[in-house]
């Protein structure tokens, strides 16, 4: 058995409720037909907010015409940034006479790794790779019939890959004029 060591007294009690699960005390939403359960207390008057609407603080989007309203002030912040561009963090591209500047460190990240191949972790497939796991899918799915979630014609024996194909079959021989 591994044994856990704190600095402070109040530390272990907590440790043993919730990594150990010993002497946990549960608080539950009071809300009828609400079976949210949870370890800490204050997290109670969130989920009221968040799923219930109750206690809510709405903090609304001050520029004009714009209705938006966030429960959370960084929600609220990160609509400004990302819809009226207020206040807004920029990110730049790293690679070398790239001007491609975003709003998100996660937009740039995507950007190197599609324009310029920068942290791909190719995904491999014999005479083939891609740079994200839904395009590997997707190939040998179309290529190899590999994953491949086969959607069958109600009126006929035909198959098809796509529900885009499978409709344009089903209109073209199966619809009546």
């Known amino acids: ?10 530390n272990i009690k907590e440790h ?18 609400c079976s949210y359960t949870t370890k800490r ?3 109670i008057k969130q ?43 920029w990110w730049f591209c790293d690679y070398e006479g790239c001007e491609y500047r975003a709003k998100s460190n996660s937009s740039i990240t995507m950007h190197e790794a599609h324009k310029h191949n920068i942290g791909v972790q190719w995904k491999q497939c014999p005479g083939n790779k891609a740079k994200d796991s839904g395009d590997l899918s997707k190939h040998k799915a179309n290529v190899h019939n590999i994953g491949v979630n086969w959607k ?16 344009l079959r089903i209109k073209s021989n199966h619809v009546s004029a």
């Not at 043993?16 to 010993?22: K, L, T, W």
């Not at 069958?152 to 409709?167: F, I, S, V």
Request: aromatic content about 6%; glycine content about 8%.
């Open 152 to 167: 069958q014609c109600p009126e006929c024996d035909y198959k098809a890959k796509q529900t885009g194909h499978l409709n």
């Open 41 to 43: 207390k204050s997290k």
């Open 16 to 33: 043993r409720a919730f990594v150990r699960g010993i002497g946990v005390t549960w608080h539950v939403c009071p809300e009828p037909n």
């Open 47 to 89: 989920h009221r907010a968040d799923v219930h609407g109750i206690g809510v603080t709405w903090h609304a989007c001050t520029e004009l015409g714009c209705e938006y309203k966030a429960k959370q002030e960084s929600h609220l912040k990160t609509h400004r940034a990302m819809m009226h561009a207020i206040d807004v963090l």
């Open 1 to 10: 058995m591994e044994v856990c060591t704190c600095r402070a007294k109040g």
